[in-house]
């Protein structure tokens, strides 16, 4: 992303006047003040560039949440991404940002799952939580505020994060900007809406097992899975999913989410453990050329799924630009053994989100029934009662041996190049928790089955959007790294991003407003 043109200050300034008086009055009589100039400058650029303007008076912080606001107003019922508005705790926010933050008035949304801003709910996407309202703020979201971000609102996911589509009785369905009968992803599929339709240029995502990358590369857009503990989840814990889970960002732009890394990374006082600290600064490893890489290509699904054309398209494109950079590409396949060691994983979410269930249970002095979850995530709850000290212990251990397998292989290679999944993008409908158990598990074969290795191992994984379909929709790549090594696929992804910018491809919805 560049800066914006000579313009800006020009069209800010022409609707300043308007936004000062923002805070009383509707969010449609705000919208309607908005010149087509500034909605375009907001548009035109990343995270890292509204700072910029910002730094240098161009526009101010309550300038860039009105805008935010305003493209809420204008998009949000065509595509259901943000599910909660915080307009007025923005606002009054304002006057505490630390102007000196490195993306002071920068405006951000929380994904509505897994973190708590005090003073507001985080339903998780369930009934059974829509009433509760957070105590204390989440560490990464204390993080966040440092950095100077502006939270005005929460995106949606559906409960407990457990599908890769963004449906839900509380909510509702989320829609693709590219297009309206395809799903955004999940579990993070507002959050890749929202970033997709030009709301916000970041937004914060999580992921269990592709909840950052599906939504990512269903909607065109970066998004890294973050090594395991690069990234805080306390104060409540250490750990999501017994390891599998952390959280990050999805983004338009590499340096976005290599900003936003650098921001929130770190050791968290009282956790259990973290991984290595980088070497330096993420930003900073975007300015260097990555050395000649070995780069391992697996197109076989390990888990056996037949894997669709569009993936194959998407990976072969990958393949020929890395190869025109000078990297070395080897195919190959994944060990049979990573097929023994995922097979055990299952206790690992089923309890995780079960713990939640039981807390708030006692909680509310009942336990609940299906009018308060989802089919699905209710016969969960109950099955995981069932679920022994021992079963689970051994999914623990499955996915450390599995740990230790995906190690040895990438001693090898410093790349792990694949599809994000053997699916191609799929439909709104395609996925749903109103289902029978075992009728869902049979619909989510052969979905996860490359997302999920990098949740088991811990290690980094991206998504970049480097290939679009017959219909026009994005087909996301992925790119894994050894343990730790955020660095080396932040260096190829600026690479990629350089040699095959994507900042020309947008979705329709904001393309016509950048345009306009």
């Known amino acids: 992303m560049t800066d914006a043109p000579d313009t800006t200050r020009r069209e800010f300034i022409r609707t300043g006047a308007m936004l000062a008086g923002a805070a009383l009055m509707p969010p449609g009589a705000v919208a309607a003040g908005i010149s087509r100039g500034a909605m375009r400058d907001y548009l035109s650029q990343d995270a890292t560039g509204l700072a910029a303007l910002l730094k240098r008076g161009e526009v101010s912080a309550a300038e860039l949440l009105e805008l935010a606001i305003a493209r809420t107003e204008a998009v949000n019922p065509a595509i259901n991404a943000i599910c909660r508005k915080h307009y007025e705790a923005a606002r009054a926010a304002l006057k505490s940002i630390d102007p000196r933050a490195p ?35 989440s560490t990464v979201v204390q993080r966040y505020q440092a950095a100077g971000l502006n939270i005005f609102g929460k995106t949606a996911s559906p409960e407990f994060g457990m599908l890769p589509n963004t449906i839900s009785t509380l909510w509702g369905r989320t829609l693709n900007p590219w297009n309206p009968e395809y799903s955004a992803g999940g579990s993070s599929g507002g959050a890749a809406a929202a970033v997709a339709a030009g709301i916000v240029p970041v937004a914060h995502a999580t992921d269990g097992g592709g909840s950052i990358r599906f939504p990512a590369a269903l909607c065109g857009l970066v998004g890294l899975k973050p090594t395991r503990a690069r990234t ?58 990555p050395a000649r890489l070995r780069i391992a290509v697996v ?72 009018e308060d979850l989802e089919p699905v995530v209710l016969a969960v709850y109950h099955q995981s009662a069932r679920i022994g000290a021992v079963d689970y212990e051994a999914a623990r251990q499955a996915i450390q041996r599995l740990g230790f397998a995906m190690s040895r292989f990438m001693q090898d290679f410093d ?39 990098y949740n088991c191992t811990g290690q980094p994984a991206i998504t970049l959007p480097l290939h679009w379909n017959a219909a026009g929709m994005p087909v996301g790549t992925m790119f894994g790294a050894r343990y730790g090594d955020e660095a080396t696929l932040l260096r190829l992804a600026a690479q990629l991003e350089r040699v095959a910018p994507w900042g020309g491809h947008m979705s329709p919805l904001f393309a016509e407003a950048l345009q306009g």
């Open 415 to 453: 790349v792990l190049l694949m599809p994000v999944s053997p699916r191609p993008p799929w439909k709104v409908g395609d996925f749903t928790l109103d289902l029978p158990l075992d009728k869902f598990l049979a619909s989510m074969t052969g979905c996860s089955d490359f997302t999920v290795l």
């Open 232 to 289: 805080p989840l306390g104060p409540d814990k250490s750990e999501g999913w017994a390891g599998l889970s952390c959280g990050h960002v999805v983004s338009r732009s590499v340096r976005d989410t290599a900003l936003l890394l650098d921001l929130t990374q770190g050791p968290e006082p009282g956790a259990a453990y973290w991984p290595p600290a980088p070497a330096g600064r993420y930003v900073s490893e975007l300015e260097r050329e």
């Open 103 to 137: 993306l002071a008035g920068v405006p951000f949304l929380l994904k509505d799952l897994g973190v708590q801003l005090k003073g507001t709910v985080t339903s998780n996407g369930s009934r059974f939580f829509a009433d509760r309202v957070a105590t204390h703020t």
């Open 299 to 370: 197109t076989q699904s390990p888990l056996g799924s037949a894997v669709h054309q569009d993936c194959l398209d998407a990976v072969r494109k990958a393949v020929d630009l890395c190869r025109s950079l000078g990297h070395e590409l080897h195919e190959t396949v994944l060990p049979e053994s990573f097929v023994r060691y995922a097979d055990n994983v299952g206790p690992l979410p089923l309890v995780g989100a079960s713990l939640q269930i039981r807390d708030r249970a006692r909680e509310l002095g009942r336990e609940p029934g299906a």
